[in-house]
């Protein structure tokens, strides 16, 4: 049923960036990356269209080690996840929002 259904995302696309992976006390680990997916359309003259759209994607414990060990900028990758949207305030004491993945499963895709 629907009302099962909770926050999930679900993505396949290229690493735009090279991971930025950080160790925390403990052995606790979280790597940062961007990911692009792109989508193909018609517009309305019957051209073709490709839109890249870009992710920004953490993980934390295995998964960063997994994305640590075998992840590089280029890679195609599938990920799931949940969005979250956070809110912080940046040098200038303004208010700046972020939305990002938090990655639970990865695989790696092609060669």
Request: glycine fraction near 10%.
């Amino acid at each position: 049923a629907m009302n099962t259904l909770k926050n999930q995302v679900q993505l396949i696309g290229h690493v735009g960036t090279e991971p930025e992976i950080k160790n925390f006390e403990g052995g606790k680990k979280l790597a940062n990356l961007t990911l692009a997916t792109n989508e193909t359309y018609k517009n309305d003259k019957g051209e073709k269209v490709e839109e890249t759209q870009w992710h920004k994607v953490v993980a934390w414990g295995k998964t960063a080690e997994v994305i640590e060990k075998y992840v590089s900028k280029g890679k195609e990758i599938a990920i799931c996840g949940k969005l979250t949207h956070r809110r912080y305030d940046d040098k200038n004491g303004d208010k700046r929002y972020i939305t990002e993945i938090v990655a639970n499963e990865l695989l790696l895709l092609g060669n």
